[in-house]
């Protein structure tokens, strides 16, 4: 295939073409003065059939988990199943309005109170909402409520939230949103919190330490029962990143590690899908010390009513408007309710096992820095590669030729090199066999004709992108 | 990473800036051991006209596509210019770290602070520890 | 099972690859303790079919009406066929952020064309790929404000949705600021000039007002814009019903510093309130301090025109604690359902907007034969309060002839009982109004 260079919407604007047809007008008056009013209008004028051309061309210029593996690590680019989209699209939610009496969305609330009580039941948390739209989201909600929970209790001068070396950057900034310090603390060898720098760091001024579990370097932290013991030992509380919760579902509840509180992407471990960037959805979940702080409205169940709670004198307040991405909130129950008992226990077994079997098939040709069995993503170096000035970018570009989307590179930061890979538990040992075999070809042209990966992808719409241009002299819209 | 420059009639600190001092008046950059380091800048955020700012003090920011990296003055002073030509190419501060690639002049400069930098030699002898770490 | 693949063969197989007996021996590093400690209390998985009779119901629950006269942020427009079938190619939906370029072109440029729309739109030099909801953005963009000014109080009017006024609250109690009310002028249902005089001290980083504000009254943004600028303050208007800037003077030719809303009535149905997607836009000066994804256009290695996600300095995952947001998604989707929607509307946008002002003045003048007086006298958009008789036994009685009559604004602001917020769009017809008129 030969792609062509596509022109924009804007290009192909030919003065007088329209898509639409508008209702006729049963009124003429009109309030707003002229010099209320805007001058021209510069929006694209084409026809419906331009339009879904163009779109149906870029279309073709992206590329979905429903167009081949997806193994983006810390992403959890798991199937989104059809359905999903089939509930949410019913127009008994979709015309649902927000201001609406709630004796008049009680199908509104009973969605969300019902996704609350799965995820009560799988994370073992006695407080939830689903009002964050992401993953980050729910983090800032959670730090929001640590600060709360503090400044309730006479405790305002801790200010200093711990991270791990490993952790995402959503982590320290979302501290910094909320006036925190951070302070950083380092890994061990084998890619576990370091409990002795952990010691040195806790103190009276720390409020809480935010760890991913399983972490990023996709190992569950064997010591995890110690860090809750100090967190807790020093008054301090322990919030967790659930982006990589899909390791664990069905398996170990979160509450019982001695985590306090947590987010959770319902767009990773709830199959809804990533939209290329979002509409996610957040849920934050914790244990009952904490549930005075969480955000208003809670959605509640009195008799056979759905009502939105009226005591919320310690709540952090609102942390978006409405009912949240609730769209994304049907996909989400859609899928619970697929699965089950029975297919809940099996998400987090199938996703370990996955990536398992990818670590043992690679191992012997890309380098693996940490040596215990990995969790749900599995994450290699380009060290054996190096020798022959092949880089993980190299490898990254090259996979896309031969059709696949690429694991997560250069993350976590401790790992230089790094390609982190999570195939999660919907995709088929066919699958993973035609990827591993991939790879291993992909580590053989490293070594035999490194320039082939280093001028990957040759197959794509565009070649390497040159980044540097872009940042340097940014154009971020089209003409004057 | 490859082989970088440490220019002779330089000073510099920990953290990679150096600093030129001519009577009162200092001209401070990144070294070229730190550019190699931050790889394409992109954006140099330079410091207002008139800024004080102490000895190992925050001055301004420079980004590259990878990282952010604060620049501190390596000397206390008052902001007296800043190099405009980077607001449209920052990449002088990659082909010529020493040069064209200066960042701010400092005025009312104490050169007793150099007490507290370190000469070519002290440098290249830190860079070395640095790198075997 | 649903959604897992694997056969009993494919099991055995793969752990012997691996080189351990069982699954759950995957799992040594969890202690035993908690490892399986508590029994999953959930009801069995059911099949396809099973959900979808689960899940209709639900939706079944909810009133659907005749006529919805309902808005107050969230607002009910027609949505040409092609927006949804483009925009839930599954290429698109299933797809993660383009952080790959050679595969994500589609997706960039669709957000390219996003941040020109609404540039063009706004009259502002630059805007980011979308964020969370209007709401979000509005406390993302009292945070740059902040920031820019290095000053920590933020005044927001009364008559600012009060969903975003709760947003703003909450984030401004965690970073530490302060945010003071502005109260709206009780004839006019505009901004308090004199109270704002009163409000506007030394340590004010800006203000945010909304127009056409919640009460569907467009602001005199020129004149606010104007004052705030004379302090050296900052002025951010915030924009609930996107379609309001198909006739209104745009932010940029007002003078406003930065624009922040919900697209939502760009293509995207009201949905219980989500999914939209925020905006946020800016002058060419605040680029650099802009929240989230931006996409730039570039080249790729045989000079084609190419886009990437670009300005990542100023993003979490470089930036860290140093980061002023951790937004590191959009609302992708959202924005894609809206340049689609943008793109067939074209300059026909104007007309649409237009119509809905002139159908809801249409409106609001009927009502007066009903003895509901119109109470605020500046003009209004597509949404207009008025006294009714009684809210509640109105709302009910309506609701009886599946009518949504409108948003009851005691609820939200206690000087307005038994004022109705009523919004009319281009999906009212002749015969909506008149029904309603025939039942209060």
């Known amino acids: 295939m030969i792609w062509k260079t596509m022109k924009t919407i804007f290009e192909k604007t030919v003065p007088g073409r329209s898509a639409v047809q508008l209702p006729s007008l049963i009124a003429n008056d009109i309030e707003i003065e002229n010099s209320q009013q805007r001058g021209e209008l510069n929006l694209p004028e084409v026809s419906e059939l331009d339009i879904v051309r163009h779109y149906t061309a870029l279309s073709k210029r992206a590329f979905g988990v429903d167009d081949g593996f997806y193994p983006l690590g810390s992403c959890t680019m798991k199937y989104n199943p059809k359905i999903n989209e ?29 996704t609350q009580e799965y995820l009560k039941e799988v994370t073992g948390f006695t407080g939830v909402t689903l009002q964050p739209t992401a993953g980050a989201h729910g983090e800032l909600t959670a730090v929001m409520m640590m600060q709360a929970y503090y400044r309730s209790h006479g405790d305002a001068k801790r200010n200093v939230i711990l991270i791990p070396d490993s952790a995402h950057g959503t982590n320290p900034a979302t501290a910094n949103m909320c006036g925190f310090k951070t302070v950083t603390v380092p890994s061990d060898k084998d890619g576990y919190v370091d409990l002795a720098k952990l010691d040195e760091a806790l103190n009276d001024s720390v409020v809480g330490l935010m760890l991913t579990i399983p972490n990023t370097v996709g190992l569950f932290d064997k010591n995890i029962l110690d860090i809750a013991k100090k967190l807790h030992d020093n008054g301090s509380l322990l919030y967790m990143d659930g982006a990589n919760l899909n390791a664990i579902l069905g398996l170990v ?43 208003a409205d809670q959605v509640m169940k009195n008799g056979a009513d759905y009502q939105l709670t009226a005591d919320t004198a310690n709540s952090i307040g609102r942390v978006r408007s409405f009912y949240s991405n609730f769209g994304v909130i049907v996909r989400a129950l859609t899928y619970m309710l697929r699965l089950g008992k029975t297919g809940t226990e099996r998400v987090g077994r199938y996703a370990v096992l996955n990536a398992n079997y990818v670590k043992a ?17 599995v994450v290699f170096n380009d060290t054996k590669q190096q020798a022959y000035h092949v880089t993980t970018m190299d490898i990254a570009k090259r996979l896309l030729d031969f059709g696949y989307h690429p694991p997560t590179i250069y993350f976590p930061l401790i790992v230089p090199g790094a390609l982190m890979i999570e195939p999660t538990e919907t995709e088929s040992k066919e699958t993973l066999d035609e990827f591993c075999d991939v790879m291993i070809n992909i580590a053989k042209e490293a070594q035999e004709n490194p320039s082939l990966l280093q001028s990957a992808p040759q197959l794509t719409p565009v070649g390497r992108v040159d980044s540097v241009k872009a940042a340097r002299q940014p154009i971020i819209k089209y003409g004057a | 990473m490859s082989e970088h420059k440490i220019q002779n009639d330089l000073y510099y600190n920990k953290d990679h800036e150096w600093v030129k001092i001519v ?71 990659n082909t010529d770290p020493y040069g064209a690639g200066w960042i701010y002049k400092l005025s009312g400069v104490n050169a007793a602070e150099t007490s507290n930098l370190m000469d070519a030699p002290a440098y290249k002898t830190f860079l070395d520890q640095d790198k075997a770490k | 099972m649903p959604y897992i693949p694997h056969t009993q063969t494919d099991t055995a197989d793969m752990l012997k690859t691996i080189g351990v007996n069982a699954i759950e021996d995957l799992f040594s590093a969890v202690p035993d303790s908690i490892f399986l400690k508590n029994d999953f209390k959930l009801p069995p998985g059911l099949s396809e079919q099973d959900v979808k009779r689960v899940v209709t119901t639900m939706a079944n629950k909810n009133k659907t009406y005749q006529a919805s006269f309902l808005g107050g942020g969230m607002y009910h427009h027609h949505i040409p066929a092609q927006v949804h079938h483009l925009a839930m190619r599954s290429e698109f939906y299933t797809a993660y952020t383009p952080y790959q370029p050679e595969i994500s072109q589609g997706i960039l440029q669709s957000i390219f064309e996003y941040q020109t729309m609404m540039t063009r739109l706004t009259a502002l030099d630059a805007t980011n790929a979308s964020m969370y909801d209007g709401a979000t953005a509005t406390a993302e963009a009292a945070f740059m404000l902040a920031d820019i000014t290095q000053k920590n109080i933020i005044l927001v009017a009364s008559n600012v949705n009060p969903q975003y006024r709760a947003v703003l609250q909450t984030y401004c109690i965690a970073k530490g600021l302060t945010l003071q009310t502005v109260p709206f002028d009780q004839a006019s249902g505009r901004v308090d000039i004199n109270q704002l005089e009163v409000l506007l001290t030394d340590a004010v980083a800006g203000l945010f007002i909304q127009s056409p504000n919640f009460f569907g009254v467009v602001e005199d943004v020129k004149y606010l814009s104007g004052k705030l600028h004379a302090k ?10 996107a379609l309001s800037l198909g006739i209104l003077t745009p932010p940029g030719d007002n003078g406003v510093d930065l624009a922040v809303g919900e697209g939502q009535s760009f293509g995207l149905p009201v949905s219980a309130g989500g999914p939209g997607f925020g905006f946020l836009a800016t002058t060419q000066k605040y680029l650099r301090k802009l929240p989230g994804r931006i996409v730039g256009q570039t080249e790729d290695n045989q000079g084609r025109r190419a886009y990437v996600l670009t300005l990542q300095a100023r993003e979490q995952h470089i930036r860290r604690e ?21 793109a067939s509307l074209g300059k026909k946008l104007r007309e649409l907007a237009l119509l809905n002002h002139q159908h809801s003045l249409y409106f609001q003048k009927a009502l007066i034969a ?8 500046a003009p209004f958009f597509n949404e207009f309060v008025v006294k009714t008789s009684n809210n509640a036994a109105v709302i009910q009685k309506l609701a009886e002839h599946n009518i949504a009559a ?25 015969d909506d109004m008149e029904n309603y008129e025939n039942n209060i």
Not at chain 1, 267 to 295: D, E, I, M, Q, R
């Open chain 3, 406 to 430: 409108g948003i009851d604004l005691g609820r939200l602001y206690p000087e307005l009982k038994d004022h109705l917020l009523i919004c009319v769009t281009e999906l009212i017809s002749q």
């Open chain 2, 23 to 93: 009577g009162n008046e200092a001209t401070v950059g990144i070294s070229d051991y730190a550019q190699q380091l931050l790889t394409d800048v992109v954006f140099v955020e330079l410091p207002d006209i008139g800024k004080i700012v102490k000895q190992f003090e925050r001055a301004c920011v420079v980004e590259s596509v990878k990282s952010v990296s604060d620049v501190y003055a390596p000397v206390g002073g008052i902001v007296a210019a800043v190099n405009k030509a980077l607001e449209t190419t920052p990449e002088a501060v």
């Open chain 3, 370 to 377: 009903k003895k509901w007086p119109r109470t605020f006298s």
């Open chain 1, 253 to 295: 509840k979160p509450a019982d590690m001695g985590v306090d509180l947590m987010h959770i992407n319902l767009h990773k471990t709830f199959s809804t899908p990533h939209g290329g960037g979002g509409p996610g959805g957040g849920f934050v979940g914790c244990v009952s010390a904490l549930t005075p702080y969480l955000p």
């Open chain 1, 361 to 377: 098939r690679l191992h012997e040709h890309f380098d693996v820095p940490f040596q215990a069995h990995c969790m749900h993503e």
């Open chain 3, 232 to 241: 050296n303050k900052l002025i951010g208007q915030i924009i609930t019903e």
């Open chain 1, 86 to 114: 089939d509930m949410s699209g019913l127009s008994g939610f979709s015309n649902a309005h927000p201001w609406d009496q709630t004796k008049n969305i009680q199908g509104v609330l009973e969605v969300i109170y019902r």
């Open chain 3, 322 to 342: 140093k980061a002023s947001s951790n937004i590191c998604s959009n609302q992708a989707l959202c924005a894609l359902h809206s340049v689609i929607y943008l």
